[in-house]
């Protein structure tokens, strides 16, 4: 399996930061050349890479989506980001750069500002809670559900850098 490597500050696989639109469409379509799979729907790839432009419809913004790991090994920093599970994830990054311990969703979302680096979870699970008579009664199939709550379901870096297109810059 191939990696898709999540470069904060830089971009994700083959999109970065900078691009515009058409270039990201090009990127969205060579994955859906090598890549496509026949369970994988039409809009597999549009539906699971997310871009935001900013004034100057220059990408400052890709989130990707847990989906996409039926086909690449997501990683930041040589971690998988989809299957390691939240509380490891989150104690690894922390050693390299502090996450907004005041976010208001913190528990569904970890913020790492100087990296430009967000995680994102439907929902709150712990381990612990895996002991907890409610989590005990639920329905095997709700149980299943939720224990993918014990990772993150989407990851985005946003572009920390100047505003101007013109500075857009891919910095190693």
Known sequence: MDKLIIEPGIGIGTIKFG??????EECIQEYKRKYNKDNLTTNFFKNSIHV??????????I???????????CVVINIDVFKTKVVELVEKIYKISKYD????ELGWTYDFPE?????????VLTE???????????????????????????VCIRYKGPTKSENY???P
């Open 52 to 61: 935001k432009y900013d004034s100057y419809e220059k990408v400052n913004f």
């Open 101 to 104: 311990r005041d976010d208001r």
């Open 19 to 24: 691009m515009d639109k058409e270039e990201v």
């Open 128 to 154: 612990e809670d895996l002991e907890k008579d409610w989590f005990k009664e639920l329905d095997p199939e709700i149980k299943e559900d939720e224990m993918r709550n014990l990772f993150f379901e989407s």
């Open 169 to 171: 810059k891919v910095r």
């Open 63 to 73: 989130e990707i989506s847990s989906n996409l790991q039926d086909v690449f090994e």
């Open 115 to 123: 990296l430009g680096l967000l995680f994102w979870r439907p929902n």
